[in-house]
């Protein structure tokens, strides 16, 4: 017999009115240093990024070149949720969303890339596999 769900293992219903935001729980930075989001106080003496993010319309103005000339003065993060942030102070931070990170050891770093690693390639077997029984 069949067991009912728990709670736990149905997925939750969203309210069509309310838009979905992935939320940024680490950035690459053009300093080459990874930083992983924090909300209180960053681990003591960990390096701290503040970036305010692109607005969409700005994101897609600049060219690689742009943006790749602006991280020559600024620092530049890519956000895990796809968005460009620009280290504060270099940019009005009104109206953004705002990412503060604490820089990764190297240690910390490379077992990240190898989570990223694993969480791709199972992704990649997902989706071809989804494709091939389309």
């Not at 838009?19 to 209180?40: H, N, R, V």
């Not at 600049?62 to 991280?71: P, V």
Request: net charge negative; hydrophobic share 45%; glycine share 6%.
């Amino acid at each position: 017999m069949p067991r009912k769900p728990s709670k736990r293992m149905v997925p939750a219903e969203h309210e069509p009115s309310e838009p979905e935001k992935l939320a940024t729980e680490l950035a690459l930075a053009s300093d080459g240093k990874l930083y992983f989001q924090f909300e209180d106080e960053p681990p003591p003496g960990r390096p701290v990024f503040v970036g305010y993010a692109l607005h969409a319309e700005e994101a897609v103005k600049f060219s690689a070149a742009d943006l790749l000339a602006w991280a020559m003065l600024h620092t530049l993060a890519l956000g895990s949720d796809g968005r460009i942030y620009v280290e504060e102070g270099a940019i009005d931070a009104e109206g953004r969303d705002v990412f503060r990170g604490f820089a990764a050891t190297a240690e910390e770093a490379m077992r990240a890339a190898d989570v990223m690693h694993r969480a791709a390639f199972n992704l990649t077997v997902e989706v071809f596999a989804r494709k091939r029984a389309a």
